[in-house]
C-alpha cells in the first residue's frame, strides 16, 4: 500500500513574476505582491523556491530568514506593513 500524499500540510511556489509570488499553501491559492513582500523582490530563485511549513499555522523560507503567518496570507488587510524605526537605527558620524 503506498503512502497517503497530504496536499494540505505543503507549501510550495507555483509562479514567480515580475509582480510576485504565487504560492500554494494548505490547498489553497495565494498571489504575494512584492509590494507587500519588498525583501523578496531581489532574492536568489533558489531561495524563494525553498517554501516550507513551519508548523501549522506558518510557512518559511529558512534560506531568506523570513516566515509569513498563513492568517496574514488569507487576510492580508489584517497585516498592514508597517516599519518601526529603532533609536539605535540612525547612528551619527
Known sequence: MSPVFKRESEASVL???AQGIMLSVQGNDYFLS???????QDAPIRNVLNVQMSGDEAIEWPDLDVDLEIDSLRHPERYPLVIKRNPLDFVGA
Request: aromatic share 20%; no cysteine.
Open 15 to 17: 509562479m514567480i513574476n
Open 34 to 40: 512584492y509590494n507587500r513582500i519588498p525583501w523578496m
